[in-house]
């Protein structure tokens, strides 16, 4: 079983070099820091930023200079600012390659819910629907099962929906599953010491897993 | 060359009144139009829809406004971070629009374009699309969106000068320029005010025919929402 820094390391896998990527709140900020050497890709954080660098040094942050998590952050060589209306034409325009960011839940057919719970707070969806709607290549980190010990991973999500028929591969503490364009979940990687069976027993959605899986090789 | 210059917020601000729709540059703290939401406090309009990324945190930006009920209804796509907005959204206080992010900067930047609606594929298939037309285009669903209306906008800039052209700094640019182009009325409050020939024209990211008042603002807090730093070594 992973931990955060777990999930976000075997994302950071998934990215190749030159690619742009957006990266959401929580886990998928983490994947920043386990890009590999040798790949060099862009950060774009959707309040208008291309080129986002780590955290500031003590004394060195910039009020005028925030990432899409309101979270003080530098910029890097060759980075560039744009307004808003920009960057989300950027995002539907498809030329951000890779997109990464949390779920509450996700269903076989790739609809995706992270954005509110009815009777609770709503904080809102953010840039999420623009994303999910747009992005050609989209990767859920998220806990295989939520506080209350159920499967996020589900026939058909329970909460309102962020977007739909978008999601393609989930990266959660216990596997790495595609979801199929027929519907369902395809077991790719089993995390460490995870059995197959476990990993049927805590996904509520059809997992295909016939072929069993092998274990991630993290490093 | 037209000379936009107010002395000040107050007088930027006379003619908003209650019921007035307005739009707030900002992205979460950062970039907000501090001295219009202090002006607009202490005068205590009331009833206002307010078209703005977020809605500040409890005891700064938005959040003064909503702790003086000015706000009727927000229009957002992302509230979290302010208790007293909770509140009075859970008790029926106040109206409250969530829509996608992408969404709310288009249909400023519709707005400034002269177009009256968008084509977009964010919310499709989701509570955001109810009641609203699709369009397929090349096999793929969008919800036509309508440009906004608002009757203000307010927004902050880095530098302007006397003619009403703008340049923003960093990421305190965000909704600022798309939102400046919006509004019937547009009020730029800015840190440093220069004569007209003093930017160079090259420089400019929002032209002054956008702008109707331009005035020096004081006392920037520019709050930090989340201080994040990384060790010396």
């Known amino acids: 079983m992973l931990d955060k820094n777990g999930i976000a390391k075997r994302i950071a896998k998934e990215i190749r070099d030159g690619y742009y990527v957006n990266l959401g709140i929580g886990i998928p900020t983490l994947v920043a820091n386990f890009i590999p050497d040798g790949i060099n890709v862009v950060l774009q954080s959707e309040n208008g930023l291309l080129g986002m660098g780590p955290f500031p040094f003590e004394g060195e942050e910039d009020a005028d200079l925030i990432n899409a998590g309101k979270q003080t952050i530098t910029t890097l060589p060759g980075s560039s600012i744009f307004d808003s209306a920009m960057s989300f034409g950027m995002i539907r325009s498809q030329k951000i390659d890779l997109t990464i960011l949390g779920a509450m839940e996700v269903s076989e057919n790739g609809d995706i819910a992270n954005w509110k719970i009815p009777g609770k707070m709503v904080k809102g969806m953010g840039g999420a629907m623009d994303l999910v709607a747009s992005a050609k290549n989209i990767i859920v980190a998220m806990q295989h099962v939520n506080k209350a010990g159920e499967s996020k991973l589900l026939p058909k999500c329970s909460l309102p929906l962020t977007g739909v028929n978008c999601i393609r591969k989930v990266v959660t503490e216990l596997a790495v599953l595609d979801i199929l364009p027929e519907g369902g979940f395809k077991l790719i990687e089993r995390a460490p010491g995870v059995s197959v069976d476990y990993i049927k027993q805590v996904t509520a959605g059809r997992l295909f897993a016939d072929d069993g899986a092998p274990e991630m090789i993290l490093d | ?233």
């Open chain 2, 1 to 233: 060359m037209i000379n936009k210059v107010v002395a000040g917020a107050d007088e930027a601000i006379r003619d908003i009144k209650d019921g007035s729709t307005l739009m707030l540059g900002g992205f979460g703290l950062c970039g907000i139009p501090e001295n219009c939401i202090t002006a607009l406090v202490k005068k205590g309009v009331k009833r206002l829809t307010c078209i703005s990324n977020n809605a500040g945190v409890d005891d700064f930006g938005i959040g003064l406004m909503l702790q003086q009920r000015q706000v009727k209804k927000m229009i957002s796509s992302y509230v979290g971070e302010n208790a007293e907005f909770e509140r009075q959204l859970l008790s029926g206080e106040l109206e409250v629009e969530l829509i996608p992010q992408g969404t709310l900067a288009t249909r400023c930047m519709a707005a400034g374009y002269g177009m009256p609606a968008i084509f977009t594929p964010a919310g499709v298939g989701t509570e955001v699309a109810e009641g609203k037309e699709i369009r397929n285009f090349n096999g793929k669903d969008y919800l036509m969106e309508y440009a906004f209306d608002a009757d203000f906008a307010l927004v902050k800039a880095w530098k302007g000068d006397t003619a009403g052209n703008l340049i923003f700094r960093s990421t305190s640019r965000n909704f600022n320029p798309v939102m400046a182009m919006a509004g019937k009325i547009t009020i730029a409050e800015v840190e440093e005010l220069v004569e007209a020939g003093t930017l160079d024209p090259d420089h400019v990211h929002t032209p002054g025919v956008y702008v109707h008042r331009i005035f020096q603002g004081a006392n920037y807090e520019k709050r930090i929402e989340q201080r994040t730093v990384r060790p010396r070594n």
